[in-house]
T-cell receptor, first 117, second 114 residues
């Protein structure tokens, strides 16, 4: 079974500061993928970034980077130079590969990020 | 290239009625996943379907819920005799045959049971 833990229910960050959202995971799969999604107040799920368990380098997408520490089973999301539009719920998710082709995701409970002007 | 489409976006039902939620995957995608998000919670996997086949329904409640993905037309999530606890956002996601680095989500259907 897979499990995602997000221990920060809510965070308040000053605009333009960097923010780190925590995510730890547990899985017995030898190969897996880690995802971060953003859910603004409008409700849609917006894909941000992906990290494969065998990727040599940490993933980056614009202002988003993933601090992947495999030995610690953590996959924290770092947002640089935060903006007011970053205020949203953020979900960490995992996909295992024990059943090839079945890409169902296991989600954490989310972190509500609020950017303060 | 249109994304994943879901309709209706909002659905209101009274207790005991049926709810039908539709999902049209992205063009070229033959795998569909349904997730449920209860208020203030993360998404929970419900069911994974390919055309005309249910592959994994381990997250589906045993009663009142069913899903299909016919050869032609959208995937349907059907909830019979809805109860207040069914009120949630229901998201559909789609992917291609190969393992991909992104699962594309639809905008969701918000079901409210009165």
């Amino acid at each position: 079974a897979q499990k995602i833990t997000q221990t920060q229910p809510g965070m308040f960050v000053q605009e333009k500061e960097a923010v780190t959202l925590d995510c730890t995971y547990d899985t017995s799969d030898p190969s897996y993928g880690l995802f971060w999604y953003k859910q603004p107040s409008s409700g849609e799920m917006i894909f941000l970034i992906y990290q494969g368990s065998y990727d040599q380098q940490n993933a980056t997408e614009g202002r988003y980077s993933l601090n992947f520490q495999k030995a610690r089973k953590s996959a924290n999301l770092v947002i640089s130079a935060s903006q007011l539009g970053d205020s949203a719920m953020y979900f960490c998710a995992m996909r295992g590969t024990s059943n090839f082709g079945n890409e169902k995701l296991t989600f954490g409970t989310g972190t509500r990020l609020t950017i303060i002007p | 290239n249109a994304g994943v489409m879901q309709n209706p976006r909002h659905l209101v039902r009274r207790r005991g009625q049926e709810a039908r939620l539709r999902c049209s995957p992205m063009k070229g995608h033959s795998h569909v996943y349904w997730y449920r998000q209860l208020p203030e919670e993360g998404l929970k996997f419900m069911v994974y379907l390919q055309k005309e086949n249910i592959i994994d329904e381990s997250g589906m409640p045993k009663e009142r819920f069913s899903a299909e993905f016919p050869k032609e037309g959208p995937s349907i999530l059907r909830i019979q005799q809805v109860v207040r606890g069914d009120s949630a956002a229901y998201f559909c996601a789609s992917s291609q045959e190969q393992v991909s680095n992104e699962q594309f989500f639809g905008p969701g259907t918000r079901l409210t049971v009165l």
